[in-house]
């Protein structure tokens, strides 16, 4: 069976309706991190499962309860979520799927078999970039990124 997953980082407080609408039908939710309000959270918990990370402007108790890393298996898929890509440690496992964000700018890198994936910001655009989103899905041990760019 097929799992979807809705990926997006850096919302900065602002969550778009258009975000919204493109997560609806997601089975989870991965944020990598840098909501700015614990009410951003609060409203893709109700849209489905969220798997976040803390991100550099995520403070207050509500963000502290966010890990900083975060590995997560899902269709058979082991993923690794952090907000800034220079956090990651070097050895990964057997991770398969490295999300993290902080860029503002989409990025999808295949290294050494494993997916590096940055869904870039899905609220502000930054040097230059768009505003984007990922949905990833995964069937049996295989992962397939559809990039949502938006407005």
Not at 68 to 93: I, Y
């Amino acid at each position: 069976m097929a799992v979807k997953i809705g990926v997006i980082s850096d919302t900065h407080g602002r969550l778009r309706a258009e975000v919204q609408r493109r997560l609806e039908g997601c089975d989870y939710i991965f944020h990598a991190g840098d909501f700015d309000r614990r009410e951003i959270l609060e409203e893709l918990e109700e849209i489905a499962p969220v798997c976040a990370v803390r991100g550099n402007n995520d403070w207050g108790g509500w963000a502290g309860k966010l890990p900083r890393t975060r590995t997560v298996e899902l269709g058979g898929v082991s993923f690794f979520l952090v907000h800034n890509r220079q956090h990651a440690p070097q050895d990964l496992g057997d991770v398969q799927v490295v999300v993290f964000g902080h860029s503002h700018v989409y990025m999808e890198e295949r290294l050494g078999g494993r997916l590096w994936l940055n869904p870039g910001s899905c609220a502000w655009p930054r040097f230059g970039g768009g505003i984007s989103m990922a949905v990833m899905t995964v069937e049996d041990g295989a992962v397939q990124v559809e990039r949502i760019d938006l407005e």
